[in-house]
């Protein structure tokens, strides 16, 4: 069975750093993409970026480049997500989301991890 | 690439067909997945290339649409289907998400 599991809710202060993850289980983990999408409270989705775990090649949406770092350890099958300095509006939802290809003109979120509430408050 | 869904929220009823409507600022070619999310879960695919039904998802769901232009359908919903509904292009990085149709109950 393929899933994704997130870590736990984090609750952090303005200025804080964090690295959330992602690991994968049930298939070949080097073999897809990992997507990250942002939920802002009572809001729509956001593709923030994308890592190909079997060789970390990763591309950034141009709105989150220079804010967040993705990455992949394929050691231990896990993507993640990590800032260095949270904002207050950094608080959201976090989802990995598996990317496969479907057919030649489709790239589809298959499998999402449960999501990650990520809260900055001081 | 920005992608506008109309309407924003629906209110529809049990046994109702509703259509949902997505258009992209540039032709994407049939490049168009939509998604169902729950209050409190995350999305779940239901139809990627515009048109195909993802394994699992009820007939009643249906998708349409080339280039700039896309429709959901759902005939006869359930009291299951009340969510919210995305549409997103791969045709382009980043890929894009609309910005949701919140579907509830008359």
């Known amino acids: 069975e393929v899933q994704l599991v997130q870590s736990g809710a984090e609750v952090k202060k303005p200025g804080e750093s964090l690295k959330i993850s992602c690991q994968g289980s049930g298939y070949s983990f080097t073999g897809y993409w990992i997507v990250w999408v942002r939920q802002m409270p009572g809001k729509g989705l956001e593709w923030m970026g994308i890592?190909?775990?079997?060789?970390?090649?990763?591309t950034y949406n141009p709105s989150f480049q220079g804010q967040v770092i993705i990455s992949a350890d394929k050691s231990v099958s896990t993507a993640y997500l990590q800032w260095s300095s949270l904002r207050a509006s950094d608080t959201a939802m976090y989802y990995c989301?598996?990317?496969?290809?479907?057919?030649?003109?489709?790239?589809?979120?298959?499998?999402w991890g449960q999501g990650t509430l990520v809260t900055v408050s001081s | 690439i920005q992608m506008t869904q109309s309407p924003s929220s629906l209110s529809a009823s049990v046994g109702d067909r509703v259509t949902i409507t997505c258009r992209a600022s540039?032709?994407?070619?049939?490049?168009l997945n939509w998604y169902q999310q729950k209050p409190g879960k995350a999305p779940k695919l239901l139809i990627f290339?515009?048109?195909s039904l993802q394994s699992g998802v009820p007939s009643r769901f249906s998708g349409s649409g080339s280039g700039t232009g896309f429709t959901l359908t759902i005939t006869s919903l359930q009291p299951e289907d009340f969510a919210t509904y995305y549409c997103q292009q791969t045709y382009i990085t980043p890929n894009t998400f609309g910005q949701g149709t919140k579907l509830d109950i008359k």
């Open positions: 890592v190909f775990p079997g060789d970390s090649e990763t």
């Open positions: 989301a598996r990317q496969a290809r479907y057919s030649k003109s489709s790239d589809v979120l298959d499998y």
């Open positions: 540039q032709s994407i070619s049939n490049s």
């Open positions: 290339d515009a048109f």
